[in-house]
């Protein structure tokens, strides 16, 4: 326990004994009070001795009444300035050694200044997640079997456009090789999409 909370505990115990004793003062002198006043209404002429110590008695008591109420009234003072002590936050103070000095290693000791250039705008790149209207070409998009977000790679496959394409050349004469130039034209054939991480086949887009 810090000397703060003794002397905090010592003058509440002497404030509950200076309370005490006024107390008890204050009823002695009720009873004196009483004794007078059924002297005076039964008649009985008191002798000029026990008059006077009544009113000796009477006088010590409101003495020691005021002596106690300012002894109390001292102990509250008291009482609130440890109170105001311990409320009250701790002021921290710097001498000037300790005075916050500029770094030495600066060659002065003026503020330096940052300029923070704005960031390039660039539109963000487009994301296609409808597998089915993917074009002939690599497309960004997210993969449904990583569910990384990937370029596809693609790959061409001979489909229905390239069979068709190559039978109305046969029809129109051209039976000597050139039926079969649709099977070496990437525009006559559906094109395939994976993804380059998982190898997960996306979608086909075809001609038809």
Not at 49 to 74: P, S
Not at 183 to 191: E, L, R
Request: proline residues 6%.
């Amino acid at each position: 326990m810090t000397s703060a909370e003794d002397e905090e505990q010592e003058i509440s115990y002497e404030l509950q004994n200076v309370t005490m004793k006024m107390q008890q003062l204050v009823e002695r002198k009720k009873v004196l009070c009483i004794m007078k006043e059924l002297t005076s209404r039964v008649n009985c002429e008191p002798t000029a001795e026990i008059d006077d110590a009544n009113e000796e008695e009477l006088n010590n008591i409101e003495n020691k009444l005021n002596q106690l109420e300012r002894l109390r009234v001292e102990l509250e003072k008291r009482q609130d300035t440890l109170n105001d002590q311990r409320q009250k936050p701790k002021k921290v103070s710097f001498s000037e050694e300790s005075e916050i000095l500029p770094n030495s290693s600066d060659e002065s000791s003026t503020p330096q200044i940052f300029f923070v250039e704005q960031p390039p705008n660039y539109p963000a790149p487009t994301v296609s997640l409808d597998y089915n209207n993917f074009q002939f070409k690599p497309t960004k998009t997210q993969c449904p079997g990583c569910s990384e977000f990937v370029t596809t790679q693609t790959t061409t496959i001979v489909s229905s456009v390239t069979w068709l394409s190559c039978i109305m050349t046969a029809m129109m004469g051209c039976v000597a090789g050139c039926c079969l130039i649709p099977f070496c034209v990437d525009s006559f054939k559906s094109t395939v999409h994976k993804c380059p991480k998982c190898n997960t086949l996306i979608t086909t887009a075809k001609k038809l």
